[in-house]
Structure formats: C-alpha cells, structure tokens
C-alpha cells in the first residue's frame, strides 16, 4: 500500500511490548522523547497523534510500519532556515519545496524561516511576499521577522504581526552595514516593542561597525581570498555584540535568542546572563560544531569560498566548548542557517571576499550530524538529542507541544531513527539544492528511516515523498510560558514611586 494508500490517511508506527521481546518477538519501537524512553506504538490519525501506548489496536485500514530497532522521535524542528532569500546580490539556490524536502530526507518536519524586510521596506509586504514564496514547501514552517529599519509603521506592523499572522519573534542583524544591519536606536526600540507585545527578540550577533572596518583592513592588506573571512570577525567581535545585544535585553526586560553562537566570547555572554537569572536561549549551528576555521586556507577557492558563513568556522578550542555549552544546558538549539549558494554565485567574490555570499548549507544533515557526534559519542543522550534538535525550539518558539512531541492531539510529525545505520554525506546524493556540502565525505551514523509529516510518510528508506504545496503555516502565539514569567518579573522590579511634600523654596 501506498504511503497515502488508506482514505482516512490512518497511520500506526507500531513496536511491540517489552514482554514480547522477552518471548523472542521482534525488538519493538522505542518512543524518545525529550524527557523518557519507553517502548510504544504511536497512532496518528488525520494528521495528529491519536494515541501512544504499548499493544494499540490497529484499526483495519491502517498502514503499520514496523519500528523494529527503530526509535519514533518528534521530527526536527530547524530554528533558523533562509529558503530562497535574496541576499548579498543573488538569491539562495534552495527554494521552499527542495529545501523542506531535503529537510525530511534528514528527518526534519519544521523549519522556521526569516522574513527580512529591505531597509524601508513595509514589514507587512515583505512577510507576505515570503508567504507566498512559502507555499510550495513540503513541510510546515514558520517565520521569524526581521526589523531592519524603524519608524512607526514598523511599530503598528510588528503588533500586526504577532496579532493577526502568528509570529512571535523578530531578529535583528547587528552585522551586514549598509545591507540589513540594524543600529542600536532600531534594536532598542524593537526590543521595547516586543516587550510590550511577549514577542521575542533575536540577534545575529556580530559588532556590524568592527566587521565592515576589519573587512576594509584585510582587503588592503591583500587577504582578498576567502581567509580574509574569519580574520574580519574574530570572535571578539561575536562576544562585544552578544554581550551588548544581552544587556539591551535585560535592561528592557525581555528575553533573548541568540543565533549561531559560534564561540567561547558569546557563550561566556551568554553564561554570565543566565547565571545571574536572565532568560538567554542561545542556538548551535551543526556546521559550528563540526567544522574548524582551517578550512578557509584550503588552497582551492571554491573550497574556502563555499564555507564563507557569518560567524566563521572557528578552531577546534571553541568547537569544544560549544559541545560542552549544549552538554550543559547553556545552548538549548540546533540549527543549520541552511543558506545555500553554488558555486558561481560564491564566484561573485573571487577577486574580493567581502562579495562572497555568506552561507552553508546544511538542513538534510543536521539531525545525522549531531546523532554521530553527539549521541554516538556519548556526549548526548537520546532524549538529549531530542530536546536540542526539536523540543527545545518548540518550547522557546511556543508550537509545544503541537510540535516537539510524541503526545496525544500533537502534529504526526515523526521521525522513525535508524540509531545504527549509516550514510557518507556528499554533494552527489543529497537532496539540497546546492552543488557542494560542507560535510563531504563524513560517514555519519544514525539515519532517518522514515519520516512522516502530518501523518504522511515523506521519507521512506532513502526515497523522498514529499508533495509540493502540502507543507502549512504554522503561527506561534505571543507570550510562551517563559515570557509570562518574564512579565513577572517586569511588574515585581517596578521601583516604588517617591511620595514627598512639593519643594516650596526659591528657585534660582
Ligand atoms: O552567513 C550566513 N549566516 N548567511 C545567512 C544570513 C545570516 O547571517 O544568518
Ligand atoms: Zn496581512
Ligand atoms: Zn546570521
Ligand atoms: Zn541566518
């Protein structure tokens, strides 16, 4: 039968009882989510979850697929996405349909995408523009906005926009001048907006000033291939700019999100902040983690070209203490900034880096990635897993648990994990729109087996089945619990008034 062969689209991904095991049946599926592991068969139904339990009667007309050594985890949810985005004067080669189905075919369900509105540009025409570009997606997205510019329209437009069309974050560049970078005035006043909407507030963080002036340095001092790159944002630059972006924050009192946090300088930002109480949530890129600055002195090019991303790759020391931040707790995502440029749109810079098109690729690989390196090492377990590439981005980005969960009533977005089996990534048989991958070569452990999405199955045993146009918007109401909290905290550190008798003595 089909994968959509049953006409009330009924699903069950079914394992088989403990006891069962004991008898010598088959090993059954193992449901991880990011607080338990227990053996369960899961029903979706319409597109939901209908049930989770052990033994669940299968009604007649569902297609059950055996979860035989599989585990059945909540599909990837990837925080921080750019399909088709028109970006330092080209437009990113994957658009919505190629990249949500790559994204299945690396088990992820969600992807939540950015509208970046042009300097002076209506905020509300931009998002509506990225909409319509949207709809061709396989998966289900959302969209984080970006504030580029200020004045009182972008005010009234961000309170539309958590109002009437579900979004419930707004990212600000603090890098790219004289392109989308966002000066302090326009952040302190989104910041305050998003205050008194419950939005949150997110940053690239990268002192934007420092950038443009080490660029210009390094070009004439004749580093104009790839390598002058990470030598025009040094990791300082990363740590000035979180620091900043997190002190605006805690004296406006809203929470931040921090963006590909790529070093020790904005993790200790960010350690600081929370240990003195703040609500930072700071994202990993899996590239970030896997990928050491070495790559920008390749001697080919393209090569170096094609890792030109903001932040840079770093070294192996910092690449470290990101494994250790999200260990820890202190970096709560996972993500991929899947931004992707062939190659001879990276040939835009080949005689000057700073016109190279920043951006990697990544929306297949990442949920492999952080399974070998992270689970298979021993760093992560599977619910740890779980929490870092879904869950936590459902919760902070408020779809949880419609999203990020194996639960009664929420979204059959699933991934079914081949925790064992294996793939060498390349360029050749990846299914992202982009001639090169930045993990050529590596053999990760850990697979999706299938992939379902709205109970549909869209990856099946290395075969995609992704439908254009079935992916849908998914809106993310204001105020998630941590921004009640917030608020909370808002009202109680109001200062009590001075009530004193009018000063009645001469005035000079
Ligand atoms: O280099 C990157 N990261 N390109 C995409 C835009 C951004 O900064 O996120
Ligand atoms: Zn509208
Ligand atoms: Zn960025
Ligand atoms: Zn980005």
Aim: aromatic fraction near 8%.
């Amino acid at each position: 039968m089909g994968p959509r062969g049953c006409a009330s689209r009924r699903l069950a991904a079914r394992g088989v009882t403990r006891r069962a095991l004991a008898r010598g049946a088959r090993r059954g599926g193992v449901v991880v989510t990011h607080d338990e592991e227990k053996l369960a068969d899961v029903l979706c139904v319409d597109g939901r979850i209908a049930a989770v339990g052990a033994n669940l009667d299968v009604p007649s007309d569902a297609r059950v697929i055996d979860a035989d050594g599989l585990l059945i985890m909540p599909g990837g949810i990837d925080p921080h996405t750019h399909m088709e985005l028109p970006f330092m004067g080209t437009v990113a080669s994957e658009d919505f349909f190629t990249g949500t189905s790559a994204a299945a075919a690396g088990g992820t369900t969600t992807i939540i995408d950015f509208v970046i509105p042009a300097p002076q540009q209506n905020l509300l025409e931009a998002y509506h523009t990225w909409r319509g570009w949207a709809e061709k997606s396989a998966c289900d997205y959302s969209f984080h906005v970006a504030v580029t510019w200020w004045d009182d329209t972008v005010h009234a437009d961000m309170g539309t926009l958590t109002r009437e069309h579900g979004v419930n974050s707004f990212k600000h560049f603090m890098a790219y001048k004289n392109a989308i970078m966002c000066d302090d005035e326009t952040l302190v006043n989104s910041f305050a907006r998003c205050n008194e909407l419950g939005a949150i507030p997110t940053v690239h963080a990268e002192n934007g000033e420092l950038v443009f002036r080490l660029q210009k340095e390094m070009y004439e001092r004749g580093y104009v291939g790839p390598e002058g790159h990470p030598l025009s944002r040094p990791p300082e630059v990363e740590g000035e700019a979180a620091n900043s972006a997190i002190r605006i924050a805690e004296v406006l009192g809203v929470p931040l999100y921090l963006v590909h946090t790529s070093c020790e300088d904005a993790l200790e930002a960010v350690r600081r902040a929370r240990s003195e109480g703040q609500r930072v949530f700071a994202e990993v890129l899996a590239q970030h983690l896997v990928i050491d600055d070495s790559v920008y002195r390749n001697p080919d090019w393209s090569f170096a070209a094609h890792h030109v991303m903001s932040p840079p790759f770093r070294s192996k020391r910092h690449q470290g203490l990101l494994w250790k931040g999200l260990q820890s707790g202190l970096i709560h995502t996972t993500a991929t900034d899947h931004c992707c440029f062939c190659t001879p749109q990276k040939a835009m810079g080949k005689d000057d880096f700073r016109k190279i098109p920043n951006g990697t690729g990544g929306v297949e690989d990442r949920m492999s990635v952080l399974w070998s390196e992270g689970v298979e090492t021993g760093m992560l377990t599977p619910s740890e897993f779980v929490a870092v590439t879904s869950t936590n981005a459902a919760k902070i980005f408020n779809i949880f648990p419609r999203k990020g969960s194996v639960s009664v009533g929420a979204d059959a977005d699933l991934v079914l994990w081949d925790p064992k089996g294996t793939r060498t990534i390349s360029a050749k048989t990846h299914h992202q729109k982009i001639d090169f991958n930045v993990y050529e070569g590596m053999e990760v452990t850990g697979i999706p087996a299938y992939t379902l999405s709205q109970g549909d199955v869209v990856w099946e045993n290395g075969e995609l089945k992704t439908q254009r146009g079935k992916g849908r918007y998914i809106d993310r109401p204001c105020y998630p619990t941590y921004w009640k909290n917030q608020q909370r905290r808002n009202e109680v550190a109001v200062p009590e008034k001075v009530v004193r008798a009018a000063y009645t003595g001469p005035v000079a």
